[in-house]
């Protein structure tokens, strides 16, 4: 059974910074991409950031520059650091794992991320 277990939500000033933890268990491929993708109540579920398991990275426009997405294959684990954080960035944060071997993909279930002053 496959679990994605998150961390690293809160509540921040806009300006500030947090970092979100994403671990996995479970997976058995051994080609594995994982993202982060957020929502907000009343809107699609969109990527925010995605890195393959080469270690390619996508950033959507809006994030580039202000996020790193990064990953530890020994802990199985993928990393968003998130820099000069905004209102806009309000949303509850996904991680996603996309076995390439099994073609399955794998959700978290989810945490907050509140930028308000």
């Known amino acids: 059974q496959v679990q994605l277990v998150e961390s690293g939500g809160g509540l921040v000033e806009p300006g500030g910074s947090l970092t979100l933890s994403c671990t996995a268990s479970g997976l058995i491929g051994s080609r594995v991409a994982m993202g982060w993708h957020r929502q907000v109540p009343g809107e699609e579920r969109e990527l925010v950031a995605s890195?393959?398991?080469?270690?390619?990275?996508f950033y959507v426009d809006r994030v580039k520059g202000r996020f790193t997405i990064s990953r530890n294959n020994a802990k199985n684990t993928v990393y968003l650091q998130m820099n000069g954080l905004k209102p806009e960035d309000t949303a509850v944060y996904y991680c996603?794992?996309?076995?390439?071997?099994?073609?399955?993909?794998?959700w978290g279930q989810g945490t907050q991320v509140t930028v308000s002053s």
């Open positions: 890195v393959s398991s080469g270690g390619s990275t």
């Open positions: 996603r794992a996309t076995d390439l071997d099994v073609k399955a993909d794998y």
